[in-house]
């Protein structure tokens, strides 16, 4: 009896403790579970630390920074093109002779300056450049570039000049609507003229300013307007001088341009370091001196918002009508002392600039169709 009891008593002892050793153990498990969420392994992609991104030096065409290859070799430095925004420049735009004029066509580029050999000026061939412009011109490896800004309800005209691939140097603002713009043919003076009121050269009502620019240092000169003005040796003075079309002589000291008074348009001379400007004849608007210094070709109103394309020849002062009888408000550029350019409005695109003999024979025909504000460079 005491030998079967103490049997019992030993088995119900050895279950007591291995029920007590499983809820020990079962205990320590869900105590665990329960804490591994808060301290899960830090290689698990669920709970990895957000860290900031690493910050690499970008390399630059100058001085690129090498990166190591797998078997620690650094490889030779990589040499970064620069991306050109066109395709415009594949050579200095001043390697030859070429037309530079605005883009008149219906197209992304409309209004943008382009530029082509002169040998060929076809569509095809002219090369765009970001330039955005009103009006154009180029000499002596500088050119002007007019373009308008709006301010509430005031017009600024912005001339910016810039060097021979189109790159900007220098801008200058002044009130009103951009109109015509020249550089000397050495590439030291500029001049702009803009429209403080009215919108035709024909307008009563016309005001205009024209600044002369120092090129080299992007400065203005004078208002034509703060220069004296003489008529048959005497000194004149009148409140309603209006200057336009200024035209540059080889000598870039001199100049011609039109002034208008008491209702009047005159071809005027002037000299920039002494300040003056002398009267030289009646009737000239827009002057655009020919290569040789012997002419100026110029519109001669006719009637109201009309005119015809004209050559004077400055020594006997004998006017020549062009073969071009469509009225031409422009101011002519010469292609050489036998041929002058100048742009209309046509049927087939906004403007075309047209080419015609300066000694009133011939016909007139299309020397580069969809463009405007002609300048022959060379």
């Not at 005001?207 to 008529?231: D, H, K, P, Y």
């Not at 009047?264 to 370091?273: A, P, Q, R, S, W």
């Not at 299309?366 to 460079?377: L, Y």
């Amino acid at each position: 009896m005491p030998t079967s009891f103490n049997r019992k008593k030993l088995i119900f002892v050895l279950v007591t403790v291995v029920c007590l050793a499983v809820a020990v153990l079962y205990t320590l498990f869900a105590v665990r579970a329960a804490r591994r969420p808060a301290d899960q392994d830090a290689s698990s992609p669920e709970r990895q630390p957000l860290l900031p991104a690493p910050v690499v030096s970008q390399p630059t065409p100058e001085k690129p920074v090498p990166q190591e290859t797998q078997n620690g070799l650094t490889p030779a430095p990589l040499k970064i093109p620069a991306i050109p925004s066109t395709k415009k420049l594949q050579e200095p735009a001043h390697s030859k002779a070429r037309l530079v004029a605005l883009n008149m066509r219906d197209s992304p580029n409309l209004g943008k300056v382009e530029y082509a050999p002169l040998d060929n000026v076809e569509e095809n061939h002219r090369i765009s450049t970001d330039l955005r412009c009103e009006r154009i011109y180029f000499a002596g490896d500088q050119g002007i570039c007019l373009r308008r800004e709006i301010h509430m309800f005031n017009a600024q005209t912005i001339a910016t000049l810039v060097d021979a691939n189109f790159k900007t140097r220098f801008t200058i603002r002044a009130d009103g609507i951009p109109s015509r713009a020249r550089i000397s043919p050495d590439g030291r003076y500029a001049a702009f003229t803009v429209f403080l009121t009215g919108h035709s050269y024909s307008d009563a009502q016309l005001s205009t300013a024209t600044l002369l620019l120092n090129v080299e240092q992007g400065a203005t000169i004078a208002n034509l307007e703060e220069f004296q003005v003489s008529q048959d040796g005497k000194v004149i003075k009148s409140p309603d001088f209006n200057y336009w079309g200024v035209t540059f002589q080889r000598d870039s000291n001199f100049f011609y341009a039109t002034l208008r008074t008491g209702g009047t348009n005159y071809l005027v001379h002037g000299d920039i370091k002494a300040r003056t400007i002398n009267v030289v004849y009646k009737g000239v608007e827009c002057p655009s001196l020919s290569p040789d210094g012997k002419r100026v070709a110029f519109k001669k109103l006719i009637s109201r918002n009309n005119w015809r394309l004209t050559v004077l020849d400055l020594a006997t002062l004998q006017e020549t009508p062009l073969a071009e009888t469509v009225s031409v408000d422009d101011q002519a550029e010469w292609f050489d002392n036998q041929r002058v350019l100048y742009a209309i409005v046509d049927g087939a695109a906004w403007m075309s600039i047209m080419v015609v003999p300066s000694d009133g024979s011939g016909q007139p025909q299309i020397f580069a169709k969809g463009a405007t504000s002609p300048a022959i460079v060379r």
